[in-house]
């Protein structure tokens, strides 16, 4: 019932008449005069290239991107290794989600630890150097096996087009914290299913050398 009259009401003010009345015009008024913000980044743009100052920017922009790729910012807290220094390291990871076979088959449940060099072997050492420090390029340009050569630091275009051979850079030191790498000179190489993680005080590196290239003389199996 309580419904019913409030729709009665309702419908008894929509048939009342309605008048409208003209109040006028109270205080001053002014046109809308907002500028459009296109128009005005088209004619700053417009400026900025009669004035020369776009070239000027643009310019700079070309630097310091060439700057950067000439010399990266170095990887944060390396230092010269202070001792010869060896560690195993076991490079297996954690399966983040199933793997499967385009048919379904399961191949590695999520949460498995996969260690990649059960099934495929480390082709290439890893050396991890302060580029600007020279002792340190000509020993690992001195390396006897089929080795990388990643800078923490320096200038990898200038080595490259020195020594014509590639040089790589760890661009936000993701290499050097995965393999936990604060010293270098540094030889990373595989040993059996592990890898082998050496620190190398470059007045030790001959007499290292002599004994067989690690600091036990050994290979790990």
Do not use: Y
């Not at 913000?37 to 060439?66: D, K």
């Not at 990871?93 to 449940?109: H, N, Y």
């Not at 999520?110 to 302060?130: K, Q, S, Y």
């Not at 590639?166 to 540094?186: E, Y």
Request: proline share 7%; charged share 30%.
């Amino acid at each position: 019932m309580m419904r019913l009259a409030a729709l009665l009401f309702a419908a008894t003010l929509a048939a009342l008449p309605v008048s409208a009345k003209d109040l006028g015009v109270r205080g001053a008024t002014w046109p809308v005069a907002e500028p459009d913000l296109l128009e005005e980044i088209e004619a700053r743009l417009v400026e900025m290239q009669r004035s020369g100052e776009l070239a000027r920017l643009e310019q700079e922009a070309r630097s310091r991107a060439r700057r950067k790729l000439e010399e990266p910012e170095p990887v944060p807290g390396i230092a010269p290794a202070r001792e010869l220094r060896c560690r195993s390291f076991d490079p297996s990871l954690a399966v983040a989600q199933d793997i499967r076979t385009p048919d379904g088959v399961l191949i590695a449940a999520a949460g498995t630890r996969v260690n990649p060099l059960e099934r495929l072997a480390l082709t290439r050492d890893l050396i991890f150097v302060d580029g600007r420090r020279p002792a340190e390029i000509a020993w690992a340009l001195a390396h006897a096996r089929p080795a990388k050569i990643v800078l923490l630091a320096g200038r990898p275009l200038d080595l490259m087009r020195r020594h014509r051979r590639p040089f790589f850079f760890d661009a936000g030191g993701r290499l050097a914290a995965r393999f936990g790498i604060g010293s270098t000179p540094s030889l990373v190489e595989q040993a059996g299913t592990r890898l082998r993680i050496t620190e190398f005080r470059l007045d030790d590196v001959d007499d290292t050398e002599a004994r067989g290239g690690t600091p036990d003389g050994q290979r790990d199996e």
